[in-house]
């Protein structure tokens, strides 16, 4: 079993950086895809970014490529997503989520979620 717990949400500038970090707790944390999904209001949760269990893999959504990075930390069992440049669409409410099916997954493959982490940006 894992527990995804988020942090790092806030307010920020269009513009500015922003990391959030997801501290997947479990003993086989690590064998877990590990990735981030976002949703705004009135809208459907979308794939942002994911990694392989081992952190060799990455994936990244076309809307936040060059943007965002998805990294993970096995030994401290976390997984970060550094995003720059935010723009107002990225605000949203962000999940981190743990699955056990290779890149990409799909929210209904996700096994586990964190309780999620809001992202405002203003202009």
């Known amino acids: 079993q894992v527990q995804p717990v988020e942090s790092g949400g806030g307010l920020v500038q269009a513009g500015d950086s922003l990391r959030l970090s997801c501290a997947a707790s479990?003993?086989?944390?690590?064998?877990?895809?590990m990735g981030w999904f976002r949703q705004a209001p009135g809208k459907g949760r979308e794939f942002v970014a994911a990694t392989r269990g081992s952190g060799g893999s990455t994936l990244v959504a076309a809307p936040v490529k060059g943007r965002f990075t998805i990294s993970r930390d096995n030994a401290k069992a976390t997984v970060y997503l550094q995003m720059s440049s935010l723009k107002l669409e990225d605000a949203a409410v962000y999940y981190c989520a743990a699955s056990r099916v290779g890149l990409p997954f799909r929210p209904s493959e996700v096994g586990y979620w964190g309780q999620g982490t809001q992202v405002t940006v203003s202009s």
């Open positions: 479990g003993r086989t944390a690590s064998t877990y895809a």
